[in-house]
């Protein structure tokens, strides 16, 4: 089965909380991911067609995370990305969007901040999105105040 399939599975049972299913399609995703790669290593080996990387896994392992309700479990995958790495402006503003999502589940004002704006200057459409709207009117009238926030839920057509 394709890891690709693999992780949406995986992330669809996260949001339906179902978390042993998350979990164990994940574990599938990296092990599958893992062979490819390593079999590619192996000169008696034919080359098999990856459909996701490692990098990509990690990013899925965010998402599963913080839908599962266990965002501090994604700050590790989280730190291994490069997002200028990663293939598709889609993915990077992916990366954003689930990182600003961890980073307010976890109550952290400003890296969720950092994270939208990670995502304006990579997809701006995408922090117009309802679900990213959200999450800046939620900084907006957080307690806490973080500079820069009231400009961007202007910018975003948060007010």
Known sequence: MAATLLMTSAYTAACGQRRSDALDLMSGAADAVGRVISARFRPST???TVDA????????????????????????YAARI???????TERRARYGTDCARMWHHLGDHRKTFASLRFTEQVAPEEVRRPALRALTADLLYAPVTVAGVREFAARTGVS
Not at 55 to 72: C, F, K, N, S
């Open 46 to 48: 034919p080359l098999f």
């Open 53 to 76: 990387t490692s990098t990509q896994v990690d990013l899925y392992w965010i998402g599963v995370h913080t839908a599962l309700g266990t965002p501090d479990e994604g700050v590790p």
């Open 82 to 88: 490069a997002p200028g790495q990663l293939p598709t």
